[in-house]
């Protein structure tokens, strides 16, 4: 009498395949599906779980059982690289995506006035004030954010832009401090193609995010980044934040090697796109753990880390263009930021567009006609456009809230 209906059992298996089973990467959760729950062994031990779920799934024998079956096999044992679950996926009703591929993993995490941010309870995640602001997360072996979280720098999540103006992280539970104030935030995936943006406009800072994930590389640019708060002093976009994990090497503008910026760590490259500077930290960071969890009182830990960033000037208004090449040594990155395979077309207020190949992704943030390489988008209205082979896919926006005239 207690059993599900085949229209309620249907809706469980499409989360689960299409969504949580997604999230999962090397027989761990991505960090940033865990929720407010990123405390010791949450990702390998959330993986688990969603283990146990599809195997109960597979039990009742409903047709398509099997492949829940594999789920568990592949979440359990993830030296077993063919997981079978490739391609993007952007789901509207959370403002977040993943993007997977048989190497590497990548999920971006954003919120808008339809959605809250983050969670915290019981005196959980009480850092998590930009944990929702933009992160872009990259995962190939797994362990790049293995237990890393008390000794996180939590105004540096990965992919965010962040402010600093000279107070504790704000920790307000209500509704209204954890949204961001705009609508202007979504995604298209289409294909092997997935193109997000968000506005950010939240406590006297504003930005225009938007990534392009491909088969190969994720180009991510920001625009019309500025402060209204005099208190905000510093103005960071955060490329990556991870355990160090053997020697960074840079390159570029900067050095005899010429070229764009560039860094390697652990496996992937950083390609400055419009030539500003990457900053790099190799410091040992410290942090206590009761922060993430009260749990663990007093418990303080410390490691090496390895960060990069930009920074901008909270007196202008500023911006930023970036490559992510995974699964790359610094060979390849070299040659990436000596001659790069992408084209920013433009980065700016009205709209942010890249061309790569015959592929050409631009979210118009303002109604009007934008010139792009040999093409011309007439946009009535913002929308998120992927030319590609003749076609052309548009996907509408909410206006913006915040960008200037």
Not at 157 to 170: E, F, N, R
Not at 288 to 296: G, N, Q, T, V
């Amino acid at each position: 009498p207690y059993m599900f209906s085949d229209a309620q059992c249907a809706v469980i298996e499409k989360l689960m395949r299409e969504g949580i089973c997604r999230s999962i990467w090397r027989g761990v959760m991505d960090p940033s599906f865990c929720g407010r729950q990123v405390f010791i062994d949450s990702g390998p031990g959330k993986a688990s779980s969603a283990a146990v779920a599809v195997e109960n799934i597979a039990a009742l024998k409903r047709p398509g059982h099997r492949v829940f079956r594999r789920f568990a096999k592949r979440i359990l044992e993830p030296e077993n690289r063919s997981d079978g679950l490739r391609g993007p996926r952007y789901y509207d009703r959370s403002d977040c995506g993943i993007y997977r591929t048989a190497t590497w993993y990548a999920s971006i995490r954003m919120h808008s006035d339809r959605t809250i941010g983050f969670e915290f309870t019981n005196r959980e995640n009480t850092l998590a004030n930009f944990s929702a602001d933009g992160a872009l997360l990259f995962m190939q072996h797994g362990r790049e954010y293995d237990n890393i979280f008390a000794h996180w720098d939590w105004r540096m999540v990965p992919g965010t832009t962040a402010y600093d103006d000279g107070a504790p992280l704000k920790c307000d539970n209500s509704v209204e401090a954890r949204k961001n104030r705009s609508g202007h935030v979504g995604g298209l995936a289409s294909g092997d193609v997935l193109c997000t943006t968000m506005e950010i406009e939240r406590d006297g800072l504003h930005a225009l995010k938007s990534a392009f994930f491909f088969g190969d590389l994720v180009v991510a640019l920001g625009a019309d980044i500025r402060s209204s708060d005099a208190r905000i002093f510093r103005i960071t976009t955060a490329l990556d934040q991870t355990h160090l994990a053997g020697p960074v090497t840079r390159g570029g503008a900067t050095e005899t090697s010429g070229g764009l910026p560039w860094v390697h760590h652990d496996g992937r490259g950083y390609v400055s796109l419009d030539g500003a500077p990457i900053a790099v930290s190799t410091e040992i960071q410290e942090g206590k753990w009761d922060l993430i969890d009260p749990f663990y009182r007093d418990r303080t830990q410390r490691g090496p880390v390895f960060k990069c960033w930009f920074g901008h000037d909270p007196a202008r208004t500023g911006g930023y263009a970036y490559a992510f090449l995974p699964c790359c040594d610094a060979k390849r990155t070299e040659r990436f930021a000596r001659n790069p395979s992408v084209r920013i077309l433009r980065n700016d207020a009205g709209c942010q567009a890249v061309e790569y190949g015959k592929i050409c992704c631009a979210v118009v943030h303002r109604a009007g006609e934008y010139r792009l390489g040999g093409r011309t988008i007439t946009a009535p209205e913002p929308a998120i456009y992927l030319l590609r082979g003749g076609r052309t896919e548009v996907r509408s926006l909410p206006p913006l809230n915040g960008a200037a005239d």
